[in-house]
């Protein structure tokens, strides 16, 4: 049944008792950039996000034996240390200007330089967009708002406590959320628009995690984990700033999984997280660390897509390690990021210290069955686009109990429409937005466990 539903959630058309799911999948297109070194634990990329002119940016996690180092040499000749730059790439894979960017200009004009011998930033530990599409880069112990256009910095968060730091988040509020990777005795932060600290968003995290995601509006934290992992960590706050998280559930983990190489079951198998990112439509994209490390059942070296409301895995990318990447093949994920119109995914590889693209296709249109009742008919929202009401249409071939809910693109639940039984028939209800955001929407029914979703578009 969760295969079925996980269909489903994708888009499902019913006519005249013919049962249509209109479905796509991400397919490998082509390697974007290949650093073209050797795997080691040491080095690899450790990001990417793609800006708003569609440059796609990447964090590598420099070692002294990775191979690209160029050294920063005074006019007498000396090695003072060595340059961690962040890449920047076009969508052909091309260095754009200012590509490496070794050296950040300040707001008040002093430079910091990306190096092995600072003693605040060095490698790259992850890079994700704010708010207006600018690049929050984490170096090591610093966190940059770097101007997407010029290359610029805008703002710099130094912690007192210097430690390899996650990658940094926004929500739609301004609130910037980080915390460390070693973070047994240490906090996840919160500062505020221009960087200021605001306070502990949680006092003490627990375990080792490298990434981090937030819903739009701040309410709902999603950690990864590492090291003895135990899936994606769900923390929510009422009032983010002033009441502390507090942990909710957990997503990612199989109760059993069966491995048809191996011919064994394996029991109780968790999701190592490496990297958490939002796709497009509101899904959670986490990316599963390589089996040898992350536990038995086949289930490492790939990204998988969850519906945070229902916890429900919507798609799966990639073919695991030892698939070559040339292939499509995964090692150790660590992050995706997506092209405006969404039809194109970079997926970032740490151990073979390659970025991959990936294209959005549509399965086809397939028949399941004929014969097969159609127990309801969610049909499109009219208007569409909206302002700032609209109806939901749905019928329903037999009573049923319904639950018709609406949800942002990040998947966070905006309102119950609906929650009980109706008879058999034609229904709609009118949904009004007059007090949301402009965006994509999401209306999602149920009927007896059974479930379709449309989109719609407020535009105000």
């Known amino acids: 049944m969760k295969k079925v539903t996980a269909v489903l959630t994708v888009g499902l058309i019913l006519l005249a008792g013919m049962t249509i799911a209109q479905e796509y999948t991400w397919e490998f297109d082509k390697i974007l950039y290949d650093f073209d070194l050797p795997q080691s634990n040491s080095y690899g990329v450790h990001g990417v996000a793609v800006a708003p002119d569609g440059n796609i940016w990447v964090a590598w996690h420099h070692h002294s034996s990775d191979g690209i180092q160029e050294p920063i040499v005074t006019p007498a000749g000396d090695t003072l240390g060595y340059y961690r730059p962040v890449y920047i790439f076009d969508p052909d894979g091309n260095h754009v200007s200012f590509s490496p960017l070794k050296v950040l200009t300040m707001p008040d004009a002093s430079l910091d330089t990306l190096c092995s011998q600072s003693p605040h930033n060095g490698s790259g530990k992850g890079i994700s967009l704010d708010r207006d599409g600018n690049i929050l880069y984490s170096s090591w112990s610093t966190v940059y708002r770097i101007n997407y256009q010029t290359g610029e910095c805008m703002n710099r968060f130094i912690p007192d406590d210097k430690s390899s730091i996650t990658e940094a988040v926004q929500d739609e509020n301004g609130n910037v ?186 399965v086809g249109v397939e028949t399941v069955d004929h014969n097969l009742p159609t127990v309801f008919n969610l049909d499109q929202n009219y208007p569409n686009p909206f302002n ?37 028939g034609n229904h709609q209800i009118a949904f009004d937005a007059r007090n949301l955001a402009s965006g994509v929407y999401f209306y999602k029914i149920k009927v007896d466990g059974v479930v379709q979703s449309k989109r719609m578009l407020l535009i105000k």
């Open 177 to 362: 959320y980080v915390g460390y990777v070693l973070s047994a005795a240490r906090p996840v932060y919160i500062l505020d628009n221009d960087f200021n600290l605001i306070g502990n968003a949680v006092d003490t995290l627990g375990y080792i995690n490298r990434t981090i995601a937030v819903s739009p509006d701040g309410k709902d934290l999603y950690t990864g984990s590492t090291w003895n992992g135990f899936g994606v960590v769900h923390y929510h706050s009422d009032i983010p700033g002033v009441l502390a998280f507090q942990p909710v559930d957990t997503l990612g983990n199989w109760d059993e999984v069966y491995d048809p190489v191996q011919d064994t079951t394996y029991i109780n198998v968790k999701l190592w997280a490496s990297c958490l990112d939002w796709d497009p439509d509101g899904y959670l994209v986490a990316g599963n660390l390589r089996d040898d490390w992350s536990g038995p059942g086949g289930k490492g070296s790939k990204y998988y897509a969850f519906d945070v409301t229902t916890g429900e895995i919507v798609y799966e990318v990639g073919n695991p390690y030892p698939h070559d990447y040339s292939d499509g093949g995964i090692y150790s994920p660590r992050g995706a990021a997506w092209s405006a119109d969404g039809e194109t995914m970079y997926l970032a590889d740490f151990d073979y210290n390659v970025v991959s693209v990936w294209k959005k296709t549509p």
């Open 388 to 424: 700032p009401t609209t109806t939901i249409p749905f019928s329903l071939s037999k009573p049923g109990l319904v639950e018709l809910k609406i949800y942002d693109i990040r998947g966070h639940e905006v309102q119950t429409l609906i929650d009980r039984k109706l008879e058999m």
